[in-house]
C-alpha cells in the first residue's frame, strides 16, 4: 500500500518544501506569498503523510516471528503520525499569521 518509493517522494516534497521555506526568509521581505505557498504544501504533505502511516499501520498488522499467525501492531507509527499531524496544524496555524503579515506589508507599501 505504501511503497519505499511513495516514502521517497514524500520526504523529497518535505525537504524541497523545507528549503523552499528557510530560503524565503532569509530574503530581505519577509513576508511573501513564495513562503507561504511552501508552508502550505508543508503542512499538506503532512496531513497526507500522517493519513497515509494511519491507514498502513491499520490494515498491515506486523507479523512476528515467532508466532506466524499472530499480529501485533507497533504503537511507535501511529505516535509519530500524530505527532507529523498535530505539527501539520500548528504549521496551518503559522501560515494564517503570514498571510496576515503579507496584507499588513502590503498596506504599508501603499501607506509609504
Known amino acids: 500500500m505504501f511503497s519505499l518509493f511513495d516514502t521517497v517522494y514524500i520526504l523529497y516534497l518535505f525537504f524541497f518544501s523545507v ?15 513564495i513562503v507561504i505557498k511552501c508552508l502550505r504544501r508543508f503542512s499538506w504533505l503532512s496531513f497526507i503523510y500522517a493519513t497515509i502511516s494511519i491507514c498502513n499501520w491499520y490494515y498491515n498488522p506486523i507479523s512476528t516471528y515467532f508466532h506466524v499467525d499472530n ?16 505539527f501539520g496544524v500548528i504549521v496551518l ?14 498596506q504599508t507599501d ?3
Not at 496555524?93 to 502590503?106: D, R, Y
Request: net charge neutral; no cysteine; glycine share 4%.
Open 71 to 86: 499480529y501485533i501492531r507497533d504503537y511507535e507509527i501511529l505516535l509519530t503520525a500524530f505527532i507529523i499531524l498535530i
Open 93 to 106: 496555524f503559522i501560515v494564517e499569521f503570514f498571510k496576515k503579515g503579507v496584507e499588513l506589508q502590503n
Open 110 to 112: 501603499l501607506t509609504i
Open 19 to 33: 528549503y523552499k521555506i528557510f530560503n524565503g526568509l532569509t530574503k530581505d521581505i519577509l513576508f511573501n506569498p
